[in-house]
């Protein structure tokens, strides 16, 4: 099981992060949580084929974390991809009425040539191929989601962006991989984020293994974010870059 980290950067344009996004992949499997604006571009960087993607989970409906959902449809009318799997693609109460929008805009994102599914979740389990999904609500918009994903080679907990919140020891409770919101450095806390101090201790709460940091404004630069966590967190600790690859398991 691998994560692999597409984008660990917010709306703010820097030139080493991208916007938010995600890889979780199993077997053959992969799917995507998050899909913020370039992480096409770090989808094919990495080494992945559209034609391959299994799922897209959106943890929240603000632009840098679903703006590339619009071009990925866009991509997946091409002919190329005509017979390829169906999609999933998940997200809050909210979702069907998005796609809706985006089609009526721009009529040539409905599917050609293959099956797509969207599907509005609420909190709680479900499956995707050999993924056993968990959907948590986190504070941060009114409907956000976090996701655990779990195989028989562990389990990657992604917070999407958090606030201070329980259910967040839920979410990572047990985790191999904690990816956490870790927005500002400890002193410096934006509304509806984390600090790695505050990522820390709800991965210490939860007994994650390793807590990977994420979602890092340039408030961050030249900050000791790692530090910052360890303060809180006995277990590892690592920043997210983009194109970072984690392994999970054998």
């Known amino acids: 099981m691998q994560l692999v980290i597409l984008g660990s950067g917010t709306a703010i344009p820097q030139a080493d992060r991208f ?13 995507m949580v998050d899909c913020g604006p370039g992480t096409l571009r770090r989808f094919a960087q990495a080494g992945f084929d559209l034609a391959t993607l299994d799922a897209v989970l959106l943890t929240h409906f603000h632009t840098d974390h679903c703006a590339e959902l619009a071009a990925l449809l866009f991509a997946l009318h091409s002919p190329r991809y005509a017979g390829r799997p ?9 979702l069907v009425g998005l796609v809706d929008a985006l089609t009526a805009i721009w009529p040539w994102l409905a599917p050609r040539g293959y099956e797509l599914e969207l599907r509005e979740l609420e909190p709680g389990p479900f499956r995707i191929g050999p993924f056993a999904v968990d959907a948590v609500p986190i504070r941060h918009t009114a409907r956000s989601l976090g996701y655990r ?3 028989a080679a ?4 992604l917070s999407g962006d ?18 956490c919101d ?13 600090t790695p101090g505050l990522a820390a201790a709800y991965a210490e709460r939860a007994g ?3 807590l990977v940091l994420t979602h890092f404004y340039p408030e961050c630069e030249g900050h000791d974010l790692r530090a910052m966590a360890q303060r809180r967190f006995r277990g590892r600790v690592v920043l997210a870059e983009d194109l970072l690859r984690l392994a999970v398991g054998g």
């Open 162 to 179: 958090a606030d201070e919140c329980e259910e967040l020891v839920e979410l990572a409770a047990g985790a191999d991989l904690f990816v």
């Open 208 to 210: 994650a293994r390793t």
């Open 154 to 157: 562990g389990t990657i907990a």
């Open 86 to 94: 169906p999609l999933l693609v998940g997200g809050a109460p909210g």
């Open 149 to 151: 994903l779990s195989t």
């Open 19 to 31: 916007p938010a996004g995600y890889l979780v992949c199993h077997e053959d499997r992969t799917v």
């Open 182 to 194: 870790a927005a500002a450095p400890d002193g410096a806390k934006l509304e509806g984020h984390l």
